[in-house]
């Protein structure tokens, strides 16, 4: 079992920046690949980046390419979602979740989401 909390969201302003981490418990959290999500309100939670086991290999959702870069640190337990020229649209609950393989959907374990909020 997979225990995730996610924390470093907040507010900021357009073109601005955060860096959201992700801490895993469990002795085998570098065996999972690992996914980011987000969910607007009124709106399905959505893909944003995933990274395979290792720490190579990310992918991300077309809205976010270029912008968003997804890493882990398995010593630390911990993947990270730094944010840069954040927009108005990116605002929503972050969760970071375990994936059932690598670009694979989640596979149940979620974190309980931090919230961030872009201002115009």
């Known amino acids: 079992q997979v225990q995730l909390v996610e924390s470093g969201g907040g507010l900021v302003q357009a073109g601005g920046s955060l860096r959201l981490s992700c801490a895993a418990s469990?002795?085998?959290?570098?065996?999972?690949?690992m996914g980011w999500f987000r969910q607007a309100p009124g709106k399905e939670r959505e893909f944003v980046a995933g990274i395979n086991s290792y720490g190579y290999s990310p992918y991300y959702a077309n809205s976010v390419k270029g912008r968003f870069t997804i890493s882990r640190d398995n010593a630390k337990n911990t993947v990270y979602l730094q944010m840069n020229s954040l927009k108005p649209e990116d605002t929503a609950v972050y969760f970071c979740?375990?994936?059932?393989?690598?670009?694979?959907?989640?596979?149940?374990?979620w974190g309980q989401g931090t919230q961030v909020t872009v201002s115009s």
């Open positions: 979740a375990v994936l059932a393989y690598y670009r694979g959907p989640p596979n149940g374990y």
């Open positions: 469990g002795r085998t959290f570098s065996s999972y690949p």
